[in-house]
């Protein structure tokens, strides 16, 4: 696993640099359009984009100080690669505030590169060129920042403070501690001692990470990712994990017990869903899942 992240990594920015085609749209009629790929922000200012976009763009109103240390400080030494999901609520919200801070900062927008991810659950935030292999790209919007070629912090899904706020720390005393941050040492755990490693520091994660964790849905969409990517192993231990760090959640065993089913190990699945319906007796939904599991 980690020889292929560094495969990436080397792989970065030519990648990039390549021709694409630019703010490729996804249309049908059974669903709201939404774009793929490569974009800018003409893109966003498209017919089916525009109203949200330029809603919170003009809404915002950036820290006129920060912006001005923005300046100074150097922003433009960095690059920045940002991914979004035009169908994702808090892309809706969040991006156009970032666009607003970049260019008030007078940030040079060359060099800042987004991608659109896939909603499509054989794609879940995927692109078709596979922009985001390799970058643990779990939740949307997701800004990484770049200097030298390195990734030196991200944004991600929301800012901690502020957009100008958090990007000021970044490129300053650089102390920046991201959201989901069980996530971030999970995914550097797998990057450097691969799954038996990760394996064997669960304990050690559930005690540290016990009662800090804002949600089960940080390790579910995580173990949706890694499933997607067909890391199958990797996110049944993240599911494992998130039954132990919420087990009066039913939904964890859901999880669990679904990609256990989906992978082969109905038995597996049929003892999780057992276990969690002795916890959770009256929970129609355990108990649906567990007759379907047994049906299949």
């Not at 923005?70 to 991914?83: P, W």
């Not at 040492?185 to 050690?204: A, P, R, V």
């Not at 890694?226 to 231990?237: F, Q, R, S, V």
Request: with cysteine; charged share 25%.
């Amino acid at each position: 696993m980690k020889q292929i992240i560094i495969a990436f990594t080397i792989l970065y920015i030519p990648i990039l640099s390549s021709a694409q085609t630019l703010n490729h749209e996804i249309t049908n009629d059974e669903e709201t359009p939404f774009l793929l790929g490569k974009i800018d922000k003409k893109g966003l200012e498209g017919e089916h984009y525009k109203t949200w976009f330029s809603a919170n763009y003009n809404a915002y109103d950036p820290n006129t100080n920060t912006i001005k240390i923005l300046k100074e400080k150097g922003l433009n030494n960095y690059n920045i690669l940002l991914f979004l999901g035009t169908w994702c609520g808090d892309s809706k919200k969040e991006v156009p505030r970032l666009f607003k801070v970049l260019e008030d900062s007078n940030f040079r927008m060359d060099q800042l590169t987004v991608i659109a991810l896939s909603r499509k659950r054989n794609m879940y935030k995927q692109s078709p060129e596979h922009y985001e292999a390799g970058l643990n790209i779990h939740r949307v919007p997701t800004a990484i920042f770049y200097k030298d070629g390195k990734e030196v912090n991200r944004i991600v899904e929301h800012p901690i403070d502020s957009y100008e706020k958090d990007i000021e720390n970044i490129i300053t005393k650089n102390t920046y501690k991201p959201n989901y941050q069980i996530v971030s040492e999970i995914n550097d755990i797998l990057k450097n001692e691969g799954l038996n490693g990760l394996q064997k520091k669960t304990k050690k994660l559930l005690k540290r990470y016990d009662g800090k964790v804002s949600s089960m849905f940080e390790l579910n969409t995580y173990g949706r990712i890694l499933y997607g990517i067909g890391e199958i192993e990797e996110a049944l231990t993240v599911f494992r994990l998130n039954t132990k760090l919420f087990s009066d959640q039913p939904r964890t065993y859901m999880s669990l017990a679904n990609t256990l089913g989906i992978s082969g190990n109905k038995d597996k699945a049929i003892k999780t869903l057992t276990k969690a319906i002795k916890l959770h007796p009256d929970n129609q939904d355990l108990i649906e899942n567990l007759n379907r599991i047994k049906s299949n």
